[in-house]
């Protein structure tokens, strides 16, 4: 009997895959890093190849580690970032600023005043992406490409969320997702068309939805995409019956990892899904509205259900980014990440409330996704000395960790205005691996943070997608209930939540003098 699955996460700097039991238990893991090419810190790119083989990598590697044979396997599902691929109709590979390199990342702001353009239309879709078009989103990043580079568009081509393109290779078929439709190419499934066909013209896309895969209705969450080829199976080390689910956000997978279903007339927790960047994912039985607030998306998790997303755009990137701007730092390992923790936490041990005291940081350094849904937002440091030294590194990291929870604290502010206030949060991805932020995400937020049983709830979340499709349980919502488990809650301190309030007033002091500096 076929009773694993395998899921996928295409994350930022790398892919990870998972192989699961039915009742969400991981019995092996792999990571395989992927190239990035970067010609600047607001342009990122990928080549799809380049992914397929590392997604290959790690699912033969996790069979492998598992000792499973090949007839184990039920179901695979891919969850990926919202890069945009470009597929050629010619057999050779597209190429942006490399080689090879077809696919712009999901954090690449090349499309920002495209993105402008679109918010300047007054859409009634707006309205369901925060009133402001993201660069990040993918019809700005297509307005930029016909303008700059109509050959990644030509006739008889074609363009995928890169989810999408992962179900693509595995199964041939260009069908899409609700997953990435929904949130990220203005699709509404809730209209009779899914298409608003006037605002596409206003943009110079009208012809989008002719495109293979975006000519029909999208794929639910948890139902089949169709089997593996027999390249996909060849290159993946698996069989053709195994089943493919459709893709998901990343974001998305992560909150189908911990979220059960909303009910009627309950609030509804959020989901924390903290990497690189961090997305928060909430759910309505009805439609939430709100400004810088991606959605409502309607089915983009659960069948039936409003989706809402917000987020910040650099905060495990950020601190990366601080341990390798610092000559007292170095490359970005999870070692060194552990490193600068351990030692934080003996100099809190001696220093108590005082540890860091003096220095402020605005962590928009890569724009500011929630509350204000402004890319052009920067980040700024308040309180620098002429310390070098690994102990000042560690004292802006934490300053960092508990900026970056401020900024959490006013994004959860703007969903509880929409309608979607709870007193608990959900955490998943990376930002679950680390303890200071397992402490200060509460105490800031004043919100209980449940932690899942299972640390990498992304891939959880796939899993379920893929046991789904499989038919391993009845449905999503009955393969979630059976998949997900919570392991621990950590409630606020209220003492140290006393403490940071102050530290919420001198970030909004910060956030109101960069306003001012720029009127400048």
């Known amino acids: 009997m076929r009773r694993f699955v395998i899921a996928v996460d295409v ?11 039915s009742d969400g238990y991981m019995k092996a893991r792999s990571v395989h890093p992927l190239d990035l090419a970067r010609a600047s810190a607001r342009r990122g790119e990928y080549a799809s190849q380049n992914i397929w083989q590392a997604v290959a990598t790690t699912v033969r590697a996790v069979r492998a580690e598992a000792k499973t044979d090949v007839t184990d396997i039920a179901a695979i599902a891919f969850g990926a970032t919202c890069s945009l691929v470009f597929q050629p109709a010619e057999a050779a590979p597209a190429s942006l600023s490399r080689p090879g390199f077809d696919t712009i990342a999901w954090f690449d702001h090349r499309a920002s005043s495209e993105a402008f353009e679109c918010t300047a239309t007054g859409h009634d879709l707006l309205s369901h992406i925060g009133d402001v078009m993201s660069p ?44 990435t439709l929904a949130s990220k190419w203005t699709y509404r499934p809730e209209t009779p068309s899914g298409w608003a066909s006037d605002f596409l013209k206003t943009v110079g896309l009208k012809d989008l939805p002719e495109r293979d895969g975006l ?11 169709g089997t593996l080829t027999a390249q996909a199976a060849c290159d993946l080390g698996l069989d053709q019956t195994v089943i493919v689910a459709p893709g998901m956000v990343d974001a998305y997978a992560g909150a189908l990892g911990v979220l059960p279903p909303p009910e009627p007339g309950k609030p509804s927790p959020l989901a924390l899904i903290g990497g690189t960047s961090s997305c928060l994912v909430g759910q ?17 998790l659960y069948d039936g259900a409003y989706l809402v997303e917000a987020g910040q755009s650099a905060t495990g990137g950020l601190l990366n980014h601080l341990l390798e701007a610092s000559s007292a730092g170095g490359t970005a390992s999870e070692a060194l990440h552990d490193r600068v923790i351990a030692r934080i936490a003996a100099l809190r041990a001696t220093e108590g409330d005082s540890f860091a005291a003096g220095i402020d940081i605005l962590p928009d350094f890569h724009g500011n996704r929630s ?31 508990v900026a970056i929870a401020l900024g959490l604290k006013q994004v959860i502010n703007v969903m509880a205005e929409a309608g979607l206030a709870t007193d608990t949060l959900f955490l998943a991805g990376g930002h679950a691996r680390n303890p200071l932020l397992r402490e200060i995400y509460p105490d800031v937020t004043g919100r209980k943070l449940v932690l899942a049983r299972e640390k990498d709830a992304v891939l959880l979340g796939s899993a379920i997608n893929a046991a789904s499709a499989a038919g391993l349980h009845p449905g999503l919502k009955a393969a979630a209930a059976a998949m997900q488990a919570s ?4 409630t606020p301190d209220p003492v140290r939540s006393r403490l940071y309030e ?6 909004l002091i910060l956030q109101a003098c960069q306003a001012q500096l720029r009127t400048i």
């Open 502 to 507: 102050r530290d919420m007033q001198r970030l």
């Open 284 to 300: 309505s039985a009805v439609p939430c509205h709100g400004k810088s607030l991606w959605g409502p998306f309607f089915s983009a």
């Open 136 to 179: 990040e989103m993918q019809i700005p990043k297509l307005m930029w490409a016909r303008r700059n580079r109509p050959d990644l568009l030509s006739k008889g081509g074609n363009v995928f969320d890169l989810a999408d393109f992962l179900t693509f290779r595995a199964t041939g078929s260009a069908r899409r997702s609700i997953s």
């Open 11 to 21: 994350g930022t700097a790398s892919v990870r895959a998972g192989l699961f039991d």
């Open 215 to 225: 000519d029909r209705p999208p794929l639910a969450v948890g139902s089949p995409a």
């Open 487 to 490: 392991e621990m809650t950590v």
């Open 371 to 401: 509350p204000f849904a402004d890319p052009a937002m920067t980040g700024m440091i308040a309180g620098l000395t002429l310390d070098r030294s690994f102990d000042g590194l560690c004292r802006l990291y934490f300053r960092a960790l």
